[in-house]
């Protein structure tokens, strides 16, 4: 028998890039580039913040695609967007698994003059968005809306990113009844109170949990007794019983 359970939710990072102004934290490789860009890095500037992902330009898409997405109820997009010169209100939007969640719109004289040509000026505009998703899969989408009707090219207008950060913004643990995450699935989520003690299955032989949780567990059966602690998810498990729980975040 468990007479001891306590989950603690810390920092689930699940991806980050390009935090720095260091040209080896900007993996650009990490991402699908479709469309016109003149190069993979920039720097706008000499401030802090100044490096980039970019530029790119009319119509061009930048995706990053993730699976196995740990258990979670809200996931957290946070990710600077380099708006270069004229845009037109033109924009740039961000989906999330084809689903649009952000339509970015700056006009010609939104920021100042940093960089580039010295006709328009330039900002970073940092962003951060919530969003569901179904399933284990995410697929991140940035695609600029600029147009190139008159022969404009990137020094004309362009975008860039940089701080790409996703995040579990509610993670969760799945206790399972059998191993490899099969059979009666018990879900605990950060905020929640503690279930009733006859929610939780009588058998737990996996856990299935993101980066950033601690789940301790005691029982007198099993490890002589000693505080167990996981930190990643456990696959299969000996067969444990939770007469009840202790939560806390």
Known sequence: MISFLKILF???????????????????????????????????????KNLLMGPYGYQTTVTKTLTNVPPNNLIELKVGIWKLDSWDKE??????????????????????????????????????????????????????NLQNNSGEDLWDESWGFRDFILRLAVPCVNFYSECNYLGTLFQICQGEKSKLQNEIPSEIKSILMGPGIIVKLRSPNYFAGVIQEFTSSQPC?????????????
């Not at 328009?120 to 962003?127: A, H, K, T």
Request: net charge negative; aromatic share 8%; hydrophobic share 35%.
């Open 10 to 48: 810390l920092k689930s990072i699940i991806y980050e890039n390009c935090l720095t102004d260091n040209v080896a934290d900007c993996r650009y490789t990490d991402f699908q580039i479709v469309g016109l860009s003149s190069s993979t890095l920039d720097r706008c500037g000499n401030q802090v």
């Open 91 to 144: 924009g740039l939007e961000i989906h999330a698994n084809d689903v649009q969640i952000e339509n970015l719109k700056l006009d010609y004289h939104d920021g100042t003059m940093i960089c580039r040509n010295e006709i328009w000026e330039d900002l970073l505009q940092p962003l951060s968005l919530r969003f569901q998703i179904t399933g284990t899969d995410l697929k991140i989408k940035l695609k600029d």
């Open 237 to 249: 498990l000996n067969v444990y019983h939770f007469p009840k729980v202790n939560y806390e975040e």
